[in-house]
């Protein structure tokens, strides 16, 4: 039972190329969530959804696009890849009970030159 | 908006000797707050949760506070070992307008020597 796999796992990429990032669950958790972890900043959250075709803006969604047409899946999109956006991304899953307790993946390491 | 924080300087400690890190939050108290552990190059991984009404909580060697007074939680690893070393986060409910539904601190680097 692999629960939330995200891949790649690291990607290199130059500034203005489409970068799609791909996180998939096992167990049918209703939210997921993408967030961003840089140095002096910590975990900031993208994009959330509630529910497949429910998605919300987090705390740090410009330059970011995502989508969530299957349960299972929640794909991340940076449209346009800037430098800013060099970090390590974290998707993660919750089963939507009244801990909000989540659950993480092992994250994307992505760089953009 | 709802803000967490915690130390950012790293603790260094004895094996042996009791961790003690604190998150402190803002604004009203949340219904409860949680603690996750981070490796590095991994994910974060949740530990414990304590509710606003709980004024202690243990699970084996680690021990979390939450005192609505001074709007603090404080975590525990007694007896701690070299394996304990890692970041410790804390995050809490975030306000509607937040998104989402936790706020992370930034989390505090513990480090275990023998």
């Known amino acids: 039972d692999a629960g939330i796999t995200q891949s790649p796992r690291y990607k290199i990429t130059e500034t203005g190329r489409q970068v799609t990032l791909m996180c998939h669950q096992t167990w049918s958790h209703s939210y997921m969530f993408w967030y961003r972890q840089d140095l002096g900043h910590g975990l900031r959250l993208i994009y959330y959804s509630a529910a497949a075709d429910i998605t919300d803006k987090g705390e740090v969604p410009d330059g970011y696009v995502v989508s969530r047409s299957k349960t299972e899946n929640f794909p991340l999109t940076l449209e346009s890849a800037t430098r800013s956006q060099t970090s390590v991304y974290f998707c993660a899953t919750e089963p939507g009970l009244a801990t909000d307790t989540q659950y993480f993946g092992p994250g994307t390491r992505l760089t953009v030159l | 908006s709802q803000k967490i924080e915690q130390n950012s300087e790293a603790l260094n400690i004895q094996e042996g000797k009791t961790a003690t890190l604190t998150c402190n939050y803002t604004n009203y108290s949340p219904a409860y707050l949680q603690w996750y552990r981070q490796d590095p190059g991994r994910g974060p991984v949740f530990l414990l949760l304590?509710?606003?009404?709980?004024k202690e909580k243990r699970k084996e060697r680690l021990k979390v506070t939450f005192d609505t007074t001074l709007k603090q939680s404080l975590f525990h690893i007694t007896a701690s070992q070299p394996a304990d070393s890692a970041t410790y986060l804390c995050a809490r409910q975030g306000d509607g307008n937040q998104g989402g539904k936790l706020i992370f601190g930034q989390g505090t680097e513990l480090s275990v020597k023998p």
């Open positions: 304590i509710r606003e009404n709980e």
